[in-house]
């Protein structure tokens, strides 16, 4: 072995390495930050009514019994404002809901196109004009909140002094393979990384599952027309929010999701778009991001041994045993968060490869499919229709 190829071979087994420290840290930061109950013990002092904003999409599963849930969680002076496509099966269900809730404030907005691009914002800008409490909770078409919840998350925000209070996700509900491995993008991705940012640096970004925002807040960075053509609005938000001179902090709740029903094709899209986002909110973090999955350090020894630069037995092995001692630490952080995703170790290797490739995909071939459209995204992460 030259010089060359020993210090390739180092460079290799230093970013192995580095992929294991990073599952590591996420997963003790996480159980360390997990371990006292989120739940109040004492009795708690009194919060505002709030506004939940709920922009439906289509084709959620269990939609009614997830609003149900919700209604039944709210206090008797909160309002309920339903974004909802008119002559949609969704529009049926919310106003069955409505006639069997005649007591609840339930506000159907029959949303129509045109107002932004971004279909999140466009429901959103047609939602909060009839919102009577200026405390907003936005969750999505996905989430499960139940009474316990809501109320803890009232609380919390009241006592974080934080102007805006977003919550991280796990999912449930998921079947065949393709959620499997969507679901584990999840708690791969995003938690170790939230972990970091949690203990080492400040939040600068809101999550899309759940926030709590303030009228005013909003209003003063532009309100929600303001990021009508982002594809990452909820990251813009809050980094909108932080420059403002406002703070967001994170929740130590986690809202369960249902997952969206998916095939091979729907997965692959889903992850193409959320490496995009990835890249057009944090180009350096993505880099990294996409490093530290272990698989670039394995495949390049690989390859290194079969052209006889180095040991095969040595390079394999190492190669193994780091997505082993990963493994180990997902297992930690998938019982923190409370993730029931089953055999974690293929998919964990399945989603790696797929997010190489999607992280390789998200620099050279900048467009996606979202909301049944293509879409091409610029360098700002702005969002422009693309008519091929």
């Not at 529009?91 to 069955?96: K, N, R, Y």
């Not at 990384?193 to 400040?202: D, H, M, P, S, T």
């Not at 952080?333 to 999607?358: D, H, N, Y």
Request: net charge positive; glycine share 10%; hydrophobic share 45%.
């Amino acid at each position: 072995m030259n010089i060359t190829s020993a210090l390739f071979c180092g460079g290799l087994v230093l970013l192995g390495l580095g992929s294991v420290a990073y599952a590591a840290l996420g997963a003790l930061l996480l159980r360390r930050w997990r371990s006292p109950s989120p739940f109040p013990t004492a009795d708690q002092p009194a919060t505002p009514p709030v506004t939940l904003l709920r922009p439906l999409k289509a084709g959620v599963p269990r939609l009614r019994e997830n609003l149900l849930t919700l209604l039944e969680a709210m206090r008797a002076e909160d309002q309920l404002i339903l974004g909802v496509e008119p002559d949609s099966p969704e529009m049926e269900i919310c106003l069955a809901l409505q006639v069997a809730f005649p007591t609840r404030k339930i506000c159907l907005v029959g949303t129509q196109p045109g107002f932004a691009l971004n279909p999140k914002i466009n429901k959103l800008i047609q939602m909060t004009p009839v919102a009577l409490h200026s405390d907003w909770v936005l969750s999505d078409s996905e989430a499960v909140i139940d009474a316990d919840w809501l109320e803890t998350f009232r609380h919390q925000w009241i006592a974080s002094g934080a102007n805006a209070l977003t919550s991280g996700y796990r999912m449930r509900g998921h079947r065949s393979w393709p959620e499997c491995l969507d679901v584990a993008a999840v708690l791969l991705e995003l938690w170790p990384g939230l972990a970091c940012v949690q203990k080492f640096g400040r939040l600068r970004f809101t999550l899309g599952a759940c926030t709590g925002f303030r009228q005013n807040d909003i209003e003063s960075i532009g309100g929600w027309s303001a990021f009508g053509d982002c594809l990452a609005e909820d990251h813009q938000i809050g980094a909108a929010l932080v420059a403002d001179g406002k703070v967001v902090q994170l929740s130590r709740l986690l809202v369960t999701l249902e997952s969206d029903p998916l095939d091979w094709l729907a997965y692959w899209r889903h992850q193409r778009r959320v490496a995009v986002t990835y890249r057009v909110c944090n180009p350096r973090g993505f880099v990294g991001k996409s490093l530290t999955n272990g698989l670039v350090a394995g495949i390049g020894l690989g390859v290194g041994a079969s052209l006889g630069y180095w040991n095969p037995s040595a390079a394999w092995g190492f190669a193994v045993a780091v997505q082993i001692a990963r493994w180990i630490c997902f297992c930690s952080l998938r019982k923190s968060l409370g993730f029931s995703l089953q055999w974690l170790f293929p998919t964990m290797i399945v989603a790696g490869a797929t997010e190489c490739l999607c992280a390789v995909g998200a620099w050279l071939h900048p467009r996606i499919w979202w909301a049944g459209k293509r879409w091409r995204i610029t360098s700002s992460g702005r969002l422009s229709p693309d008519p091929k």
